[in-house]
C-alpha cells in the first residue's frame, strides 16, 4: 500500500506517544498533531492534546502563558521539539548557524525540562542539521546533576530513520530506518556519531487502518489548523492514491 | 517605579494612536494568532516611527516584520519571529544576517515571567527549566541564584519586564474604557506591566462590559488602558477569534513579495501607504 511520508512519520510518532495522558503541540508542528489525533481515534479520545495554535476551540483560557504553567506542574507528559541543528548529545539549536538565522528558540529551553518527555522531530536528515556540537544551545539534551529536570528527550525522528535516547550513555541508538533508506546512507548522512545494532530493522508502515483515520477524521482536524501543511500532503496524496 | 491608574481616553482612529507612541518606545506586542493592532502597526510606519524596540510576548509575526522591513526598529527581544506556515519572517532574517538589527534572544516563558513580575510589583521572579542554554549566556538580564530554601538547587531569575508601551487589539472597548480580548491572557500580562496601553477595537459596546457577568473575565480594565481607538477589521490581514480568521493567503503573498527587499517596497505601496479597506 502506498502512503506519503507525513503519514509513515506520524504513526511513527504515535507509537513513541504511548499511553500518555496528556500531549502537547507547540508552534508549527502538523505531523506531531496528526499523531496525537491519530492516537485519539484509535484510543477513543484519548490522549488529551493540547494544539496551542488551535484556531477554534483553543485549550487556553489563559493565553500561550497556561501552556508553560501547565509544563512547570507536571501536567503535560510529552511534547515535541525540533531543531536548526541538533547534536550527538542532543542539544537543539534554533537560534542559526553558518550565517543563516532561524525563527528564534520558542519555549524549548523550558518545555524541554519540564514535559515529562521530549520527541525531537526533524524531517530533514542531513550533516548540516545532525551536526557533532551545535553552534548555539537552545536547549540542552541533558543536565548536571543538581539541576532540577522533570523530563528530557525520548527519541528523535527523521525523514530517514528513528533514534532512541539512551539517556544513561548521552547517546542515541538507531532504532530503524524507514523505506527508501537503509543503515549506511543513515551513517552519511548523520553528522554525529551513535550507537546501532549489527541489523537494523525498518521502520514499520502504517496499516491500511491507520491510513483510513489517518485521510478521514485525522485530515479534517489538520486541514483547520494547518490549511497550508494539509494542501500539500493532501495534494501529495492524490497523486500517489489510485483514481 | 509607579505604573499609572488610567482613565481611558478615546482617540479618533488607528493613526492618533500611532501619533501617541514615541520614537525609542519599547513595545510590548502579541503574537499572530493573538488579535494584533495591524492598523496601528501599519499607521507607525506612515508616521515614520524610528528606534522601536519590539518585545514579543512571547513570539512576533508578521507586525514585526512589516517594522524591522520599513526601518522602525532598533532592537528585538523575543524568543521567535515567525509567520507560522506561511514560514521564515524575511525582513528579521535579513537584518539579522546583515547585521543591521540587534536581537535579545529568550524563551517563552521568561518573558511571561519577567511581565509577571512587574504585574505584582517585585524585581524579579524565577523560573524552572532552561539552565544550561546559551541563552542564558548572552541575555543581559537573566540571573542564576541558589534556591534559598534548598541546598545545591540552582534557579533562573527573569528581572521584572516594564515595556514602555503595551499595544494590541480587541473584540469590544466599551464606554467604561474597558476592552475586551477574551481568552488571550497573554494581553492582560502585557497591558498590566506597561506604562502605557494602547488599544484598538473591533467594535464599540455601549455601558459597562463588567457589569456582566460572562464578559468581565475577559476584559482587561480601564485601570490599565491609556487610550482606545475604533479600527474595524483592525486585525486584517490577521484575526479576531469569533469575527474573522486570519487570511492566510494574504500572508502567503506578504512572505513571497518580502523576501526581496524591492517586493517589501512594493508591498508597504500598496497595503501600508495606500489605506486599505480589506
Keep these: ?243 | 517605579m509607579n505604573l499609572p491608574a488610567n482613565e481611558t481616553r478615546f482617540l479618533a482612529d488607528a493613526a492618533a494612536l500611532a501619533r501617541e507612541i514615541p520614537n525609542g518606545a519599547c513595545i510590548g506586542l502579541p503574537p499572530d494568532y493573538s488579535p494584533v493592532a495591524m492598523e496601528v502597526v501599519r499607521a507607525l510606519i506612515r508616521r515614520g516611527a524610528k528606534d522601536l524596540k519590539l518585545l514579543g510576548v512571547p513570539v512576533l509575526g508578521l507586525c514585526a516584520d512589516l517594522l524591522i522591513g520599513a526601518g522602525c526598529v532598533r532592537e528585538v527581544e523575543t524568543s521567535a519571529v515567525t509567520l507560522g506556515e506561511a514560514g521564515l519572517a524575511p525582513r528579521f532574517t535579513d537584518a539579522v544576517e546583515k547585521g543591521t538589527l540587534k536581537v535579545i534572544d529568550a524563551t517563552c516563558p521568561m518573558i511571561h515571567t519577567g511581565l509577571q513580575a512587574t504585574e505584582k510589583g517585585v524585581p524579579f521572579m524565577p523560573l524552572r527549566g532552561v539552565l544550561g542554554s546559551d541563552l542564558v549566556k548572552h541575555h543581559p538580564d537573566w540571573k542564576t541564584i541558589d534556591n534559598p530554601y534548598a541546598q545545591g538547587d540552582p534557579i533562573l531569575l527573569a528581572q521584572a519586564i516594564v515595556p514602555d508601551v503595551a499595544l494590541f487589539h480587541a473584540r469590544w472597548a466599551d464606554e467604561a474604557g474597558n476592552v475586551w480580548v477574551g481568552r488571550r491572557g497573554e494581553l492582560a500580562t502585557i497591558a498590566h506591566a506597561s506604562k502605557a496601553c494602547y488599544v484598538s477595537y473591533e467594535e464599540f459596546k455601549k455601558g459597562d462590559m463588567l457589569e456582566d457577568e460572562l464578559l468581565a473575565p475577559g476584559c482587561i480594565g480601564s485601570v490599565y488602558v491609556t487610550a482606545v481607538a475604533s479600527a474595524p477589521r483592525g486585525a486584517w490581514p490577521l484575526g479576531v477569534p469569533g469575527a474573522y480568521g486570519i487570511d492566510d493567503a494574504h500572508l502567503l503573498h506578504y512572505a513571497r513579495l518580502a523576501k526581496t527587499a524591492d517586493g517589501f517596497r512594493r508591498y508597504l505601496d500598496e497595503f501600508v501607504f495606500k489605506t486599505v479597506a480589506a
Design chain 1, 1 to 243: 500500500m502506498s502512503f506519503a511520508k507525513e503519514e509513515l512519520l506520524a504513526v511513527t510518532i504515535a507509537r513513541l506517544i504511548g499511553d500518555a495522558r496528556h500531549v502537547a503541540v507547540g508552534a508549527a508542528s502538523p505531523i506531531p498533531a496528526m499523531a496525537v489525533y491519530l492516537l485519539r481515534e484509535k484510543n477513543g479520545g484519548r490522549p488529551r492534546v493540547s494544539l496551542l495554535q488551535k484556531r477554534s476551540g483553543n485549550p487556553f483560557t489563559e493565553g500561550s502563558r497556561e501552556l508553560f504553567d501547565l509544563a512547570g506542574q507536571g501536567r503535560i507528559d510529552v511534547f515535541f521539539l525540533g531543531g536548526a541543528q541538533i547534536d550527538g548529545e542532543a542539544n537543539i539549536n534554533l537560534v542559526g548557524a553558518e550565517g543563516k538565522r532561524f525563527p528564534g528558540s520558542f519555549g524549548s529551553a523550558y518545555m524541554y525540562f519540564t514535559a515529562g518527555k521530549t520527541i525531537l522531530f526533524r524531517e530533514e536528515h542531513s550533516p548540516r542539521v545532525l551536526v557533532p556540537k551545535v553552534d548555539f544551545i537552545s536547549a540542552p539534551g541533558w543536565s548536571a546533576p543538581g539541576v532540577e529536570r522533570r523530563g528530557g528527550p525520548a527519541a528523535l525522528l527523521t525523514g530517514k530513520a528513528l533514534f532512541l535516547w539512551q539517556r544513561d550513555k548521552r547517546r542515541f541508538l538507531l532504532e530503524s530506518v524507514h523505506p527508501g533508506s537503509n543503515a549506511g546512507d543513515v551513517r552519511a548522512n548523520t553528522g554525529f556519531d551513535y550507537d546501532a545494532p549489527d541489523a537494523v530493522p525498518a521502520t514499520p508502515p502504517p496499516s491500511a487502518a491507520e491510513l483510513a483515520l489517518l485521510r478521514g477524521p485525522v485530515a479534517k482536524v489538520i486541514a483547520e489548523n494547518y490549511p497550508e501543511f494539509a494542501r500539500r500532503v493532501w495534494d501529495a496524496l492524490a497523486e500517489i492514491r489510485p483514481a
